[in-house]
């Protein structure tokens, strides 16, 4: 629901206060087999006021009551341990320590929602269409030992407003759907999975089954040729990073290492403003909530400090220019938020989180950027993938295919890459003209929350493991 009337009500809290409504709410089915394994909906909503006083936070949360009369009395009973809780917090810090800078203020005014204008399927109509997909499955794959399709459903609706004038509402759904297969191969279990979907509600999204089979039959042939792929050779090679693994590159590798509370906590990008970081070839940018003139996988307009959010523009051709900032951060470096403040619910503090994070598109054809290796690698998906402060990374890579004379050859079983991100950004030397999202990115820094990733193929070294 919408609520009005917040505006006034952080004034009465303390020098600085946000009031934040949010309301999630979330479902996931899942089929394996045939068989519904899963059939989940729930939701949860509350306020949270934070409330900033000597250098300190302070914050309360509480559950949504159920009446707008409760509601208000609610309100301001959290506001009062919000403050209650900065000044204890306050009494409790050594004043050297104290934050004395004002905090920036640039206060975003925005109302945005995507809830879906058409009518609202149920959720038996939901398992319907999972059996359409998975009957065309089990139809057209006779060679599928098992196969997984699985919807999520994820709707977060925020009201909020703050001392220094934000006034934000927003409703903005995402949409998953994830499909994985797996065929015995000598007794082996090899698998391959997709994720399709995005930014809007289900019923803006999906339209029928049949819209998906041609893509259902992409995954199920990328498999086939799995099974019967060969191990790469392990050591540094020329590769070809498809624009799901950019994206993750620069979401884990690079856009951890610039965001400012591990900046100031000493990871690799602390003393590397204005400095060569790649080559000249890339740009990357954690874009707000428009990029190349269309909404972007998780939109934000205004970030849940009540900042104005503004694209951030991280690497420009090659040399670092800026990092992620809350409003805290952006004081201690004397610099302008950047609006990357977010919280997955009401009972969560806004962290310094990415939003949008892409490599920019170069000028580089696909096809002549295959052509331009002899020997090497080209990867599309990755399963997983960790990296440190450092910029140190190992992604685990589950589709990929050999590149012989400049052409696509056998496909590959599962493997892995690692590096240094900012040593290996240098060595790109060829970055493609197209570009798109991974919709499905969730980052895990200390609460789970919707990321989008994204970019064009990129072409450099890297270290890959294999058999000799």
């Known amino acids: 629901m919408i609520y009005k009337g917040l505006a006034d009500w952080p004034k009465s809290f303390g020098d600085y206060a946000e009031l934040r409504f949010q309301e999630n709410t979330a479902s996931r089915l899942s089929m394996l087999n045939g068989d519904l394994i899963a059939n989940v909906k729930g939701g949860q909503s509350g306020f949270s006021v934070r409330t900033f006083k000597d250098g300190v936070w302070g914050f309360a949360s509480s559950p949504r009551p159920g009446s707008l009369e409760l509601d208000k009395s609610v309100i301001e009973e959290t506001g009062k341990k919000a403050a209650e809780n900065a000044r204890f917090l306050a009494s409790k ?65 925020k009201t909020l407003a703050t001392s220094d004038g934000a006034d934000a509402y927003s409703f903005t759904p995402r949409t998953i759907l994830m499909v994985s297969f797996t065929v015995e191969e000598k007794g082996e279990p090899i698998d391959l999975y997709e994720v399709y979907g995005g930014l809007g509600q289900f019923e803006d999204v999906f339209a029928e089954p049949e819209h998906i089979f041609s893509k259902l039959d992409i995954l199920a042939d990328n498999l086939a040729r799995k ?165 140190e990374f190992m992604f685990g890579i589950v589709l990929g295919f050999e590149i012989k004379g400049g052409k696509i050859g056998d496909a590959l079983r599962d493997t892995t890459i690692s590096g240094v991100a900012f040593d290996m950004l240098k060595t790109v030397s060829a970055v493609s003209d197209d570009m798109s999202w991974s919709n499905g990115g969730m980052c895990g820094k200390k609460q789970s929350i919707p990321v989008g990733m994204g970019g064009p193929a990129i072409r450099c070294k890297l270290n890959v493991g294999g058999r000799n």
């Open 93 to 157: 810090k050594p004043a050297g320590i104290l934050l004395k800078s004002r905090l920036p203020s640039r206060p975003g005014i925005s109302n945005k929602s995507f809830v879906s204008q058409k009518p609202r399927k149920s959720q038996r109509e939901l398992i319907e269409f999972l059996r359409s997909l998975d009957s065309y499955c089990q139809k057209h794959y006779k060679g599928l030992s098992s196969r997984t399709i699985s919807l999520s459903c994820l709707d977060m609706e």
């Open 227 to 391: 099974s019967k792929g060969v191990y790469p050779k392990a050591g540094i090679h020329d590769v070809i990073l498809d624009s799901d693994l950019a994206g993750i590159l620069a979401h884990e590798a690079i856009g951890h290492t610039v965001e400012a509370d591990l900046v100031m906590g000493g990871s690799v990008a602390a003393h590397a403003m204005d400095r060569d970081v790649a080559s000249p070839l890339v740009s990357l940018v954690d874009f707000a909530h428009t990029a190349m003139g269309e909404s972007c996988p998780v939109p934000v307009w205004t970030d849940d400090e009540g900042v104005e959010a503004a694209d951030a523009v991280i690497i420009d051709k090659g040399i670092m220019k800026s990092w992620l900032h809350n409003k805290e951060s952006a004081a201690h470096f004397g610099m302008l938020p950047t609006g990357n403040a977010r919280a997955y619910s009401f009972q969560d503090e806004p962290l310094i989180r990415m939003r949008n994070t892409a490599i920019l598109p170069g000028s580089s054809k696909l096809e002549d950027m295959i052509a331009g290796i002899d020997k090497g690698y080209y990867f599309l998906r990755s399963s997983n993938g960790q990296a440190d402060s450092t910029s």
